[in-house]
């Protein structure tokens, strides 16, 4: 398929979503440690950015795992998703990123960060390749 048909292809099976009430639900990620929430339905879109440990867990994961460039660094953000709430967008987003919030205190957050930004709990990066590698609960990545 080229490039084109693989963009609509994606197109369609968004606005698929959409169509049948469910939401879009995006969890942004450096390796297993989120950092933001997406939440979507129609044309609505809500963006919940997790307070600042998050991101200075990320910056010292990245630290651990000696990225010296800025390729590196960005080529280990990946996407988790979800089915979201296609009536409550805004709910869903909230709710979402108060669990995150409450399943990474400061002291697992510290715990992610010692490994590179990798769960320890499933063994690092070769385990966090898999599609089975949740963020939190139930959710799976794109």
């Not at 292809?9 to 049948?20: F, H, I, L, Q």
């Not at 867990?57 to 953000?77: F, H, K, L, N, R």
Request: net charge neutral; charged share 30%.
């Amino acid at each position: 398929m080229t490039a084109q048909g693989e963009a609509a292809a994606g197109r369609r099976r968004r606005s698929d979503r959409r169509r049948d009430g469910s939401g879009d639900l995006v969890i942004i990620c450096w390796r297993d440690i989120p950092a933001q929430v997406n939440a979507g339905a129609g044309d609505a879109r809500v963006q919940r950015i997790l307070p600042r440990r998050f991101q200075r867990a990320i910056d010292e994961a990245a630290m651990v795992a000696g990225m010296s460039s800025a390729s590196q660094y960005i080529g280990e953000w990946r996407r988790v998703t979800r089915r979201g709430d296609g009536d409550d967008p805004e709910g869903t987003a909230l709710r979402v990123a108060a669990e995150l919030e409450a399943e990474f205190p400061r002291e697992r957050l510290r715990t992610f960060a010692a490994t590179g930004g990798w769960d320890p709990a499933r063994g690092g990066p070769s385990a966090a390749d898999g599609a089975d590698a949740p963020v939190g609960g139930g959710h799976q990545e794109e």
